[in-house]
């Protein structure tokens, strides 16, 4: 699955700042989420593994925004994402949570390195 999704900054300057969201193209994989800053796939900014992830949705509107999950790979990083719609939100949790269950149950050599 790849798309994008856009990922809450915090701002820690400013009391009185508005929310800042930043678009980010995902991309899927059976070893993690690549991410980056636009779907020319040069250059990931980053790898958020599969291995100790855990994905959420966010019950109540997050800021101003709505359909928001999180990304957690420990207590420290967390990562706050929002879709467009209601069903991008399902497709991307389902698709995160699915992967994450192969991945658990899947023999090492079958996954890529």
């Known amino acids: ?17 508005s929310d800042l969201w930043e678009s980010l193209f995902f991309v899927l994989t059976n070893v993690g989420i ?3 800053a636009d779907d020319n796939f040069l250059n990931p ?6 291995g100790k992830l ?11 925004r709505e ?3 999180k990304l957690s790979l420990n ?3 967390i990562w706050t ?7 991008t939100l399902d ?16 023999p090492k050599e079958f996954l890529l390195k």
């Open 1 to 17: 699955m790849q798309g994008y999704l856009f990922r809450y900054k915090k701002q820690f300057f400013s009391m009185f700042s």
């Open 34 to 36: 690549l991410v980056f």
């Open 45 to 50: 900014t980053r790898l958020i593994p599969l």
């Open 54 to 64: 855990k994905v959420s949705r966010v019950a109540k509107k997050f800021g101003k």
């Open 67 to 69: 359909h928001v999950f």
């Open 75 to 77: 207590e420290e990083e």
């Open 81 to 87: 994402l929002a879709a467009a719609d209601r069903g």
């Open 91 to 106: 497709l991307w949790v389902q698709a995160i949570s699915e992967t994450i269950d192969y991945v658990a149950r899947c």
